[in-house]
């Protein structure tokens, strides 16, 4: 698997014009595991990915529906649980971001 998908080189940087709503697009359910840095990170299980059924984590603007995917690992019996350990550890680097504003 490619390191390039972990972190995007222009993350918080201006997107592309909004996609349609998860409801609209027929996107899978967004878990919210928390929020930080007036961002929220999530976990998103994706079994129509382009690379199979993986899990993503995902960051986004709290007050934004788009979410960009910053790690993605392939779904297997024990990655729900690496993928929330990997969602809760840039959970935690955004609450770090957020004490020293």
Excluded: C, K, W, Y
Aim: net charge negative; glycine share 10%.
């Amino acid at each position: 698997m490619p390191d390039d998908n972990v972190i995007r080189p222009a993350f918080g940087a201006p997107r592309r014009p909004a996609p349609a709503g998860p409801e609209e697009a027929g996107q899978p359910f967004l878990r919210v595991l928390g929020t930080g840095a007036g961002h929220r990170v999530g976990l998103i299980r994706d079994p129509a990915a382009q690379e199979g059924e993986v899990f993503r984590i995902v960051v986004g603007p709290e007050d934004e529906p788009e979410v960009e995917t910053v790690a993605l690992l392939p779904a297997s019996a024990d990655a729900e649980a690496e993928a929330e350990r990997i969602g809760f550890a840039v959970l935690r680097a955004l609450e770090v971001v957020e004490g020293a504003l």
